[in-house]
């Protein structure tokens, strides 16, 4: 049995094709039920996900505020009761054909997180990425490619440990869980995933005006992140 744990804002143009190709291509080999937390979405995602649970397994968790993207995924894996959960972007970025490949390392491994090759995003939010990367790993010896890689098949007691420790980084949730499933211990294993473009629309997070900001917050995150994993260590 597997969760698929989904993150949804403002996705009501290409929601339901996500949904549908993921279940099309995992429910035949894994029996699935997805776990939606809705963040506040100010289009009718809400509507088009009512209509999909009717068809989908489908665990749906609404609000009518905005949360955030770290807060969304913290309250979506409190609703995980499947013994893994594959955590996935709704933006259609994320190929489930990789699946196949995850699925049979999940004894092995605690954590099996991909590593996006080609990132289909646009020039500044790489950069960004790429910067936070070496202080990521300046601070944590962090040995993955991909840290910040929205797709990993996840064994349910990691979650258990650490989503009351989740929470610090507002945008960049997984930089934060990656450092901290580090700081216990958890075992990781890298493989590489096709990354497309987007199914629909813009990110309306990382644009270039608020990258600044959002870079100060980061930095700051990780450092108070780095104190509190040494003196649990």
């Not at 190929?95 to 080609?118: K, N, S, T």
């Not at 790429?130 to 890689?149: E, I, K, Y």
């Not at 869980?177 to 211990?185: D, E, I, L, P, Y």
């Amino acid at each position: 049995m597997l969760d698929i744990v989904l993150p949804v804002h403002n996705e009501a143009a290409s929601i339901e094709a996500t949904i549908r190709e993921i279940y099309d291509t995992i429910s035949p080999s894994v029996p699935v039920r997805f776990v939606i937390c809705e963040d506040g979405s100010a289009d009718n995602t809400k509507e088009v996900l009512t209509r999909v649970s009717e068809s989908v397994p489908m665990r749906l968790d609404m609000s009518d505020q905005r949360k955030g993207y770290s807060r969304a995924v913290i309250d979506a894996f409190r609703l995980v009761e499947a013994p893994y959960a594959l955590a996935l972007d709704s933006d259609g970025q994320c190929d489930p054909r990789d699946f196949a490949a995850f699925w049979p390392l999940r004894e092995q491994y605690d954590i099996v997180m991909g590593w996006r090759v080609h990132r289909a995003d646009p020039l500044a939010r790489k950069l960004m990425s790429r910067a936070f990367g070496l202080v990521h790993w300046t601070l944590f010896r962090t040995p993955l490619h991909d840290p910040s890689c929205p797709y990993l098949l996840i064994n349910k007691r990691v979650l258990d440990r650490l989503i009351p420790e989740l929470g610090t980084l507002k945008q960049g949730f997984w930089w934060e869980f990656v450092a901290r499933a580090q700081a216990h211990g958890f075992t990781f294993h890298e493989l590489p995933v096709e990354h497309r473009t987007r199914a629909a629309g813009v990110t309306r997070v990382y644009t270039v005006t608020k990258i600044p900001g959002i870079a100060v917050r980061h930095l700051w995150g990780l450092v108070e992140i780095w104190r509190q994993t040494r003196k649990s260590s």
